[in-house]
């Protein structure tokens, strides 16, 4: 098993700039989460898919963040605009449900907008 | 709103030393408990959980933690730790009701010397 893959795993872009973000979840999980880790926020909760259906997405920050799931083994958060204070580690899990609540956790993707 | 709390935010420990890494939650409902790693870089690992059952739940790498309902406990302890130890340990918690939304705390960094 791959586990949860995202790309790219760093990102460098200016204030501006549209920056998309791309999960693959485990084979056979249903439900995906997008976090976001800062050293100010810790670890926040972005949205949560289940079945492909965004079901909470209480924790997206503004109208400039926009998180899709096409289909079970593709999602994408997209940041248009990007300002200096998305800098962050976004990750992206994926978990199964009734599976005893637990979540796989990708590497993340380390973004810096300047 | 449920709320967990590492009150050490780095633990500085010896090699082949025990440590005990504290977390405490605020809701008193039922709830779900996890500890993950991080090690530099990565994304987080899910180091054990309690669900229900014996309140004491070993994970892997000999780490073990202890729930303690009265208290709103779950504190991660290693008898004898690694150098390769090293890592920020999260503690994390979802209420029965939510089934799904990891609540995080601020995280401890684990600092083993030799």
């Known amino acids: 098993d791959a586990g949860v893959i995202q790309s790219p795993r760093h990102e460098v872009t200016e204030m501006g700039q549209e920056v998309t973000l791309r999960c693959k979840p485990i084979s056979g999980h249903n439900s995906l989460f997008w976090y976001r880790q800062t050293m100010m926020r810790g670890l926040e909760l972005l949205i949560y898919f289940n079945n492909n259906v965004p079901i909470d997405d209480s924790g997206m920050p503004e109208d400039r963040f926009s998180a899709k799931m096409p289909n079970a083994s593709f999602s994408t958060l997209k940041i248009q605009p990007s300002e200096p204070r998305d800098s962050a580690v976004y990750f992206c899990?994926?978990?199964?449900?009734?599976?005893?609540?637990?979540?796989?956790f990708g590497p993340g993707t380390r973004l810096l907008v300047l | 709103a449920q709320s967990v709390t590492q009150l050490d935010s780095q633990v500085p420990v010896f090699e082949e030393a025990p440590v005990e890494l504290r977390c405490n939650y605020s809701s008193s409902v039922s709830v779900y408990l996890f500890w993950y790693v991080q090690y530099p870089n990565q994304g987080l690992q899910l180091l054990l959980k309690y669900l229900s059952g014996s309140t004491l739940v070993k994970g892997i790498n000999g780490f073990e933690a202890e729930f303690n309902k009265s208290q709103t406990s779950f504190h991660l302890r290693k008898p004898s730790v690694h150098i390769s130890d090293t890592a920020e340990y999260f503690c994390?918690?979802?209420?029965?009701?939510?089934?799904?939304?990891?609540?995080f705390g601020s995280g401890t960094r684990l600092l083993v010397r030799p």
């Open positions: 899990a994926s978990g199964q449900t009734g599976s005893q609540e637990t979540q796989y």
């Open positions: 994390a918690v979802i209420d029965w009701g939510s089934s799904y939304k990891l609540i």
